[in-house]
């Protein structure tokens, strides 16, 4: 069943073109690589979907509900998450108080309790759970990404778009990542995957759009 139907969508800069009439079905628990050179409009798509850009024209519809012109944090309480390729952590939280507030805004809307319990939950399972108190200016390049991540999962979202959340890891780091997104699409998720290490692209994903 599909998802997400992107249809038609346009979007241009200052008179520049990143995307012209493109077309995209996403179904559920599937992991679908958006795969293309720097500049192709990969990351504009994601920004289009999530609301932080909007469409010239087109349409995109979540589970058949209309998103252009929808205010970002409504898209997010419909159920879509991204992670961003530079990681955007609020600086002056602690690494849990981070992962804590999607649940509390996102889809699952939980309380604070319950929120902090689910933000450990993904600490752990990104291997962050020791960094919970602290800020995140302490982490890593590694550990920041997969901050990024435990937070787009956190609010237990429908669909999940990562954007090169491999990017700038060593080689370990980056079998521990690829781990990590296996044992998320284990668990029946819904994952578009931008990425430019293509090991990663083929172990992962189900399908390829180009």
């Known amino acids: 069943m599909t998802m997400l ?44 979907v999530s609301g932080h850009y909007r ?5 995109i519809l979540f ?15 419909s159920g879509i998450a991204r992670t961003y390729q530079i990681p955007r952590p609020f600086a002056h939280l602690s690494v849990l108080a981070n992962v804590a507030l999607p649940p509390m805004f996102g889809a699952a809307v939980m309380d ?11 600490l752990e399972f990104t291997g962050l759970g020791a960094k919970a108190q602290s800020r995140p200016d302490a982490l890593n390049l590694h550990q920041r990404k997969f901050l ?5 999962l956190a609010s237990r979202p ?14 370990a780091e980056m ?20 990425e430019h290490v293509m090991r990663a692209v083929v172990e992962l994903t189900d399908r390829l759009v180009v």
């Open 5 to 48: 139907a992107v249809r038609g969508l346009q979007k241009a800069f200052k008179g520049v073109q990143a995307l012209a009439g493109v077309d995209l079905d996403v179904r559920g628990c599937e992991i679908v690589g958006l795969v293309g050179p720097n500049g192709s409009g990969k990351s504009t798509l994601i920004n289009l």
């Open 55 to 59: 469409a010239d024209a087109g349409s």
């Open 63 to 77: 589970e058949g509900r209309e998103l252009i012109g929808e205010a970002p944090h409504r898209i997010a309480r």
């Open 112 to 122: 604070r309790q319950a929120a902090e319990r689910e933000g450990q939950r993904w």
């Open 148 to 152: 990024e991540l435990a937070r787009a």
């Open 158 to 171: 429908k669909l999940r778009f990562l954007d090169e959340v491999l990017a700038g890891l060593a080689p």
């Open 175 to 194: 079998d521990e990542a690829i781990r990590l997104i296996r044992a998320i699409r284990e668990q029946g998720a819904t994952i578009v995957f931008v």
